[in-house]
């Protein structure tokens, strides 16, 4: 198995908020308010992360390595000063990936059980 | 916008410092989308339980990862981290047991309603500062007093209780109906005594205790109107009395009514009586006092001839403990703050060492980016750590060691026979030790400011700055001088205990074994009846394999429970001005008494079957009696009047303690059995049977005999407190050697303490001094030079607390004098010994890092720096 992958299944299951914040900056790289943001509009207003959870979630993600705060800035009409950006790492997107297999198989799981729509 | 940072104060400042700008933004940005004053308004609630719980959330994750840093660390360095647990464990432990004692017997209040009001009530004679009240007196004094609210009088009572499975021996106490409203006391279940039960002639009633209660009835409540015989009458049971009522002492386990006849009255120096007074509001001791003793004066007025020097007393029922076990207990607790007192002073010392060994570490973490603040803590999380389970341990002790010292609680006194740990104490000595660990553990904290941050990494090994290495000093010089004074308190007070241990108690104990047959009366108050009883046990015991002599006695020599029974002795033609002094101990006893027990027949004959009662009434007096009534004389033949009759003097014994081995007593006056006219004086019927066999092994083997021949002669009859006499002479000084026993391991403990304290601050200083050493080797130093330069110092520190120690440790031996019975509190050989000891303890402290001084490689300890 990929070293990268086995590294990722440790961090499984991760936690809502872990998940979420990691699907925002999987395209580009965002700041605090830009997740929160962004984590509104994908779920429909339904998961609204506070503050004071982004950042801690932000803290834990930075010391385990799942995402980074790089060091080029984005455009500079774009930027701003105060602005601290995060960025996926390689590790990042391999738990997200792992995190996306795992809730897949449950998704089948339940299907065949008929608790949930789609095909079996 | 200021409250909003205000509130992020709640986060750590490494993730405040990391985020907070970025959350202020975003907090700005919902304000002002939140669009007029009722938004922003609404928005404030789930803002404050946002960062509220993520600011708990994040210390703890701080906390997790701290904990597990520092089990690593500390896992890395086990000696040092098990070293400062047992210094925690033994500081928390010692102080928590010996205070929790100490206040449990001296200071917590009794189990009683308003309990400072309480007082006892004595009669006062110039030779003794607290007899028992006559009947007489305290019905005269307690109605024309205005200083107590209420009194109530009781005396101590021993009876059979048969009926109820096996005949059992119950001691209590005969109080007055007022005697329980007076102390403030509810029973459990039923009612307390009322006048109905006081009256003369009333129905017998009686109160159990919740023990009694629970062994005997099974706690059934049914109980309440049962009816049991106590030494053949009969009484009704009208109440069971709460588990931690336990009047007058702890044993007692039965209260029944006391009822005075007009009869009781008429002699005013029949003193029997104890008396408990309720002060009323307002009125103190010394009022109490001032106006028993005018009562008293106007009584001597009254009744010049009967209470002729008889002043009155009153003392709080708090203070019914002697001076000897007060001393006993502030000494102890005095001991267990030196344990503490060296436990934190080499706790810091640890600490100080380990934060030099640490700088380098240290330094290292706040070059790579740990704020300050999280150094901080860290140490705050080793420091608590360490504190807490050293502290667990040290409950864990203190739990142990409780039980051990329950012999320090007098039974005297209305409490339980055990204390309980002190809750205060414990969080007192817990906090003491914790706060020690944080301000010493900060200490590298302290210097790893900004700027020591280079010089922490530049020097490797160099020393750590004069200021910590005199601290150091300090703490181990105050650790010598405590343990100068425990090893002195601790050897005076053995010496004394050995002092005490050495007296002769007039008698030899070993191989002798004694239990009581308490006989009833009145089925036992005719003479014959008795003598029927002691001559058949008497006869069948001595024909016992192994048993050499066998005799009855009313009262054991050193019994705890009857230590008096002393008698006024006249004699004609003597002046009666020292009337009050002259009294004697009055036993009877059995003939061979004084055989059995090995007193020393120095002239004339023991008591004789033949001494009836119908022949002259004789007397065998001790020597101390020949010397206070006849010094000149030969005492045989003649005559004294003693307990109501004409005697004569027979024999001369030796003397016998027994007051206790601490103790003068009286002179002692021993009347035949028979001799005594039927129901007459029967609170000293010979109850105690004494049987000498070859060795105390062997005479304990022959219990179950002499308990099968007491059955013989009366089935009805109970046997209680089985014991051996060397076990009785023991009991004597049992609170002795317990203190002695634990001073001393005090003592050892506060030598090993500093030993070690001594130990780590020289091998510290050889290390951090090792790049000197070296050069000094090189440059062509002998041994004898370096050797010098340790033990130099060790020698200072050495001198330096003896000589302070020495003189504490007399000033606290003059504070325990009373404790020393003869020894003197500057007894050379016990400082001698003590002083040795701490040169010695210096020495074994000074030779392992002298040893490492010594050989230390020049060359080696130079390419460090």
Redesign the interface.
Known sequence: MNPLLAEAEAFLPLQPATFHILLAVADEDR???AI?QDVAERTGGALKL????L??S???MLDQGLIVEPRERPDPDEDDE???YYRITPLGAAVAKAEARRLHALLKMARARGFAPGKA | MRAYRLLLRLYPAS?RN??G???C???S?RLRDSGGPLGAAALWP??IA??V???L??HL?ILRQDLRYTTRTLARARGFALTAIALVALGVGATTAAFSVTDFVLLRPLPFAHPDHLVKLWERTPAYARQELSPANYRDWTRASQSFESTGAYHSLAVNMIGHGEPLRLMGAAVSADLLPTLGVQPLAGRTFGPSDDREGAPGTALLSYSLWKSEFGGDLSVIGQRIVLDDEPFTIIGVMPGEFRFPWRDAVLWTPMRFTAQNYVDRNDNWLQAVGRLRQGVTIEQARAELLVLAAQSQKQYPKENEHIGASVIALRDELSEKSRLLLVALFGAAGCVLLIACANLANLLLARAVERRRELAVRTAIGAGRERLVRQLMTESLLLAFVGGSLGIAIAVTAVPLLAQLVPTTLPIAGTATIDVRVLIFAAALTALTGLLFGLAPVMRTGTDATVRGLNDGSRAGGGRKERLRSTLVFAEIVASVVLLVSAGLLMRALWAVQATDPGFKADGVLTMRTPLPVPKYSAVATREAFYSRVLSDVRALPGVTDAAFISFLPLDPRMRGGIWPVSISGRATAQSDNDVAFIRYVTPGFFTTLGIALMRGRDVAASDAVDRQFVAVVSESFVRRYFPDVDPIGRHFQFAFDDRVIVGVVGDVRFRGLERVSEPQVYLPSKQVKDGWIVGYIPRDLLVRAASTSGAVALAPSIRAIIRQADPQQPVSDVRTLPDIVDMDTASRTVQVRVLGAFAAIAVVLAAVGIHGLLSFAVSQRAQEIGVRIALGAQQGDILALIVKRSAWLAIAGVIPGVALAYAAGRWMQALLVGVTPADVPTFAIAVSVTILMTLAGTLMPTLRALRIDPIAAMRVG
């Open positions: 700041h605090g308010y929160i506070s503050a004071g959870t950042y801690r932000i803290q834990r105060r602005r601290r | 993730f990391e985020y700008e970025e959350m933004a975003i907090f940005r789930g803002t946002d960062v719980t993520s600011a959330l994040i994750d």
